[in-house]
């Protein structure tokens, strides 16, 4: 069966905890609720055609993390900026939305984010859906060592290194990285 009808997405800001969060959303509230969460460097953006496609039988909510997309960007001096933070800012998320099930979409970030959810709301959860997406270090890989060396031991040199990831040509490589052809890869996210 086609379907070809295709719901508005809207576009909502939220306060959280005293900070601003963005988020798109999409289907009807009497559908399944399906959360979408993204990752680095990405933001709910990632998820704009994946709204549309799957809008006719979802209830599809994507927020954009503290310091992502469109949401607040709150200096790390009044936002702990961990897997940990970020989880307990998207259940609350979950709660003033008033969300009872759902089913977690989760892509990088949202892995640590959303699983950190499920442990402790199990009984929210209805599935988990996992896109390139790991809960343990060893699944980080090579690429992301600057960024964990800077985690375990933050001082001036290990933070320059890590810095490189935020480069505007690390990020594009994020996104092209193994593509046969990189002209196929919209640059509008990065």
Do not use: C
């Not at 963005?22 to 933001?43: D, Q």
């Not at 961990?82 to 003033?96: A, K």
């Not at 892995?111 to 988990?128: E, F, M, Y």
Request: aromatic share 12%.
């Amino acid at each position: 069966m086609i379907f070809s009808i295709k719901n508005n997405i809207y576009y909502r800001k939220i306060k959280i905890d005293t900070i601003d969060i963005f988020y798109r959303e999409a289907g009807s509230k009497e559908n399944p609720v399906l959360l979408l969460l993204h990752g680095f460097p990405s933001s709910s953006h990632m998820y704009r055609d994946l709204i549309t496609d799957l809008s006719f039988a979802y209830h599809l909510i994507a927020p954009d993390y503290p310091g992502f997309g469109e949401s607040a960007h709150p200096t790390p001096s009044t936002y702990n900026y961990t897997f940990d933070q970020l989880s307990v800012t998207i259940e609350h998320f979950i709660d003033q939305l008033q969300i009872k099930k759902l089913s977690l979409y989760m892509q990088d970030y949202g892995g640590p984010v959303g699983l950190r959810i499920a442990t402790r709301r199990p009984a929210l959860i209805q599935s988990l859906i996992v896109q390139n997406a790991n809960a343990y270090k060893e699944g980080l890989g090579p690429e992301i060592g600057a960024l964990f060396n800077y985690m375990q031991n933050p001082n001036t040199e290990t933070e320059k290194v890590a810095r490189t990831l935020l480069t505007i040509e690390a990020t594009k490589w994020q996104y092209t990285d193994g593509a046969s052809d990189a002209s196929k890869i919209s640059p509008d996210s990065y």
